[in-house]
C-alpha cells in the first residue's frame, strides 16, 4: 500500500505590500496581538519567543536581548540585537508581571501571571481585518529571513539571528561565539527597520 504523500513544507513569503498591510493593521489593533505581530516581523524570532519575554531578557543598556535556553526551539541560550523600532514598541508596555504579554485573564482575575495564550482567537479577528490571504504567524519569520538575504546579509549573521547554527557550542567558546556577531546582527537589523519604516510609511 503506497504511503500518503507527506505535505509540502510552506513557503509563504509575503510581498512588500502585503508586508505594509499586515503591519498597519496591526498597528490599528494594538497590544497585545498587533504589537507580537510587529515584534515577529521585526526581529524574526519565533511566536513562542516572542509571547513568552520577560522583561529579565531585556538588556535596554547593551540594546539586545538574552531568551535563556529553556525559551528556545533548540534549547540554546540565544541573544540578539534589539533595533530602535523594536525598542520603541516595548518601551510603553507594563511592566506589572514578568511577562511582556500576559495573559488577559490572569489580569482579569488577578491572579499569577502567565503568559499571553489568544492565539487562535486573536488571529481571527486580525484577518477579519486583513485581506492577505493564507498567512500564517511563522510565515512572518520566513519573510525575514527573505527580506533579509534580500538585502546581502551574510548567512552566518543570518542564521545567528534566527539562531539555525548547528552544532553545540559550550564554555568560553559560547560566551565569545554570542557576541562575536552581536555587531553584525546590528547592522542588519538597522538595515531591516529602515526598509520596514520605509515600507510602511
Not at 485573564?105 to 488571529?123: M, Q
Request: hydrophobic share 40%.
Amino acid at each position: 500500500m503506497a504511503l500518503p504523500n507527506r505535505p509540502a513544507p510552506r513557503e509563504r513569503v509575503l510581498t512588500d505590500d502585503e508586508i505594509a498591510v499586515v503591519w498597519r493593521v496591526a498597528d490599528s489593533i494594538g497590544y497585545p496581538f498587533g504589537t507580537i505581530v510587529k515584534l515577529c516581523l521585526l526581529t524574526g524570532q519565533r511566536r513562542s519567543e516572542i509571547d513568552r519575554l520577560q522583561w529579565d531578557y531585556i538588556d535596554p543598556d547593551a540594546g539586545s536581548i538574552t531568551l535563556p535556553a529553556a525559551e528556545t526551539k533548540n534549547n540554546r541560550q540565544h541573544t540578539f540585537p534589539l533595533g530602535a523600532l523594536a525598542a520603541s514598541l516595548i518601551a510603553p508596555l507594563d511592566r506589572a508581571t514578568p511577562y511582556l504579554f500576559p495573559a488577559r485573564r490572569d489580569f482579569r482575575l488577578g491572579t499569577t501571571a502567565t503568559v499571553y495564550n489568544s492565539w487562535a482567537k486573536d488571529k481571527r479577528g486580525f484577518d477579519q481585518l486583513c485581506p492577505i490571504p493564507r498567512w500564517t504567524l511563522h510565515d512572518l519569520r520566513r519573510t525575514f529571513s527573505t527580506s533579509l538575504a534580500g538585502l546581502n546579509t551574510p548567512p552566518n549573521v543570518l542564521e545567528k539571528i534566527l539562531i539555525h547554527s548547528a552544532g553545540t557550542i559550550s564554555g568560553v567558546t559560547a560566551v565569545y561565539n554570542r557576541f562575536q556577531y552581536l555587531d553584525e546582527m546590528r547592522i542588519t537589523i538597522e538595515a531591516w527597520e529602515t526598509k520596514l519604516a520605509r515600507l510602511v510609511g
